[in-house]
């Protein structure tokens, strides 16, 4: 399989498209959509690309003196010289709410060290690109196979225990999105327990809040997607009965002695120490707050 026809296998089924950026963008289904000289190359659920717009003459070829892995295709605009590059993932990274957080953040931070290597625009939405199907555009393959994420990490410095993910550029947005949104929702949902309708509104309204943050939004379907699985996972997890019984049990007058006793103490000593004197998992992770995972470790030391 060429780089172009793995391009088109896995355009969204309805992409958003356009010839002229001044004029807004359409939606159709991709055999019409990949006609036009700009297409979405990722639906609103996984990443497939990873595309990078590169503002300078000679973007099309510079990548290999900068010292960064060579794209799977790049899309040069011959009247200046500038292009998009395109590196395809051999596994896509899952970009909805439901998806794990820890593949997402990884991916953010190869993209976001990956920008810099190339002096890519981190002004650039990333929801079109220059459409490699079309033939206005030159079009180059220089690479006939997808990457794992770790390939291309190998090129890039991610040697800090945790690379760096820049908030408002591109996958790092939606880890800012679903973050923010889900430590506001854990608070918010306790001030009246509102019925499902009214908070799956309150959780768009604030989606779109944070949204508006970001120099490039993101688009409204994945503001929605992730409004709606915030909303979703509290009201089935967090209702008021749970919330009071959470209280209940994490502020007896014991448990309220122990942190008066553990006061000073990183939460790790605090757990050892729980753990020493005979204290549970459960009773450690009610005192401490850590997850249960952190304790589980914390008894294996």
Not at 30 to 43: D, L, M, R, S
Not at 175 to 194: D, I, M, N, S, V
Request: glycine share 6%; net charge positive.
């Amino acid at each position: 399989m060429t780089q172009l026809q793995l391009f088109t296998s896995t355009l969204p089924k309805k992409p958003y498209y356009t010839d002229d950026l001044f004029s807004g963008l359409s939606i159709a289904k991709a055999e019409i959509a990949k006609k036009a000289k700009y297409i979405q190359h990722n639906g609103p659920t996984h990443l497939y690309w990873m595309a990078f717009d590169i503002d300078r003459p000679g973007a099309s070829i510079d990548w290999s003196d900068r010292g960064a892995p060579a794209p799977n295709l790049t899309v040069k605009n011959q009247a200046n010289g500038h292009a998009h590059a395109l590196y395809a993932l051999s596994t896509a990274v899952r970009t909805a709410p439901d998806g794990r957080v820890a593949p997402l953040r990884y991916a953010a931070a190869v993209e976001n060290a990956l920008c810099g290597l190339l002096d890519a625009d981190r002004g650039y939405a990333g929801l079109i690109v220059k459409n490699p199907l079309h033939k206005h555009w030159q079009v180059h393959e220089w690479n006939d196979r997808a990457y794992e994420l770790g390939e291309l990490a190998d090129y890039l410095d991610l040697s800090t225990k945790k690379p760096k993910i820049i908030v408002d550029y591109g996958l790092g947005r939606n880890c800012t999105l679903f973050e923010e949104l889900r430590k506001w929702a854990y608070r918010a949902q306790r001030q009246g327990w509102p019925d499902y309708r009214q908070w799956l509104d309150a959780c768009l309204t604030r989606a779109q809040m944070i949204n508006l943050q970001f120099t490039s939004p993101l688009p409204l379907s994945e503001i929605r997607a992730t409004a709606t699985s915030v909303a979703k996972w509290t009201s089935k997890r967090m209702n008021q009965g749970d919330f009071e019984y959470y209280v209940e049990s994490t502020h007896t007058s014991e448990i309220q002695s122990y942190r008066g006793k553990l006061k000073g103490k990183t939460t790790r000593e605090q757990g050892i120490e729980l753990l020493q004197a005979g204290k549970s998992i459960q009773e450690v992770m009610a005192i401490t707050g850590a997850s249960q995972a952190t304790v589980y470790r914390w008894t294996k030391r």
